[in-house]
């Protein structure tokens, strides 16, 4: 069974970075697919940033250029960069990896 553990969440003021990490556990993967999203006010799941296959990265316009998703060479972590956060970045993040496994959730807080 693949268990996804997440990390590195926290509280930071505006201008600030955090780096969020997500490792799957188990005997599942490589992951051709990882991705993060994050929960809006209205309870739903919303996309931050994808890496799929080679390397190809792909990112929401309201993170394009402040957030960096990478991961490790075996496909089994996933890591988000998030510099100059906003207040408005303040939500639960959760990683993704291939089609069905999600991560906990770790909460990510912008203020001053």
């Known amino acids: 069974q693949v268990q996804l553990v997440e990390s590195g969440g926290g509280s930071v003021q505006p201008g600030g970075s955090l780096r969020l990490s997500c490792r799957a556990s188990?005997?599942?993967?490589?992951?051709?697919?990882m991705a993060w999203y994050r929960q809006t006010p209205e309870n739903q799941r919303e996309f931050v940033a994808a890496?799929?296959?080679?390397?190809?990265?792909r990112y929401a316009e309201s993170v394009q250029g402040r957030f960096t998703i990478s991961r490790d060479k075996y496909m089994r972590t996933v890591n988000l960069q998030m510099n100059n956060l906003k207040p408005e970045d303040t939500s639960v993040y959760y990683c993704?990896?291939?089609?069905?496994?999600w991560g906990q959730g770790t909460q990510v807080t912008v203020s001053s």
């Open positions: 993704k990896m291939g089609e069905n496994y």
């Open positions: 188990g005997s599942s993967g490589p992951f051709n697919v």
């Open positions: 890496i799929v296959g080679g390397g190809i990265t």
